[in-house]
């Protein structure tokens, strides 16, 4: 019987160190929950990436196909005007 004494000190220091692992060291709990919350947040951020690629290939596919949004942006975004038309400007 007198071996058995040092076995349990030891089993708790075992238990002890596990346990510091689990709430602490490198791969515990606080470190996946955090792990967890950035993959989240980076499928957010990619979905909001995928949508806006969407948005752009189809400007692009348009741009290719007709020459109304290409007369659409010069107009809007150069201020350009076609032959023969008259730009009037209203100064407030």
């Known amino acids: 019987m007198r071996k058995a004494y040092w076995l349990f000190p030891v089993l708790i220091l075992m238990l ?4 510091y692992r689990l709430w602490v060291g490198d791969g515990s709990l606080a ?14 951020e990619n979905e909001r ?6 948005v752009l290939e189809a400007e692009v596919r348009e741009l290719k196909k007709g020459m ?5 942006r010069a107009r809007h975004e150069l201020g350009m005007v076609k032959d023969g038309e008259t730009l009037y400007q209203l100064a407030e």
Request: proline content about 0%.
């Open 68 to 72: 109304e949004t290409v007369e659409e």
């Open 16 to 19: 002890a160190g596990l346990q």
């Open 31 to 44: 470190q996946v929950t955090d792990l967890k919350h950035q993959i989240a947040s980076q499928q957010g």
């Open 49 to 54: 990436l995928l949508e806006r690629n969407r």
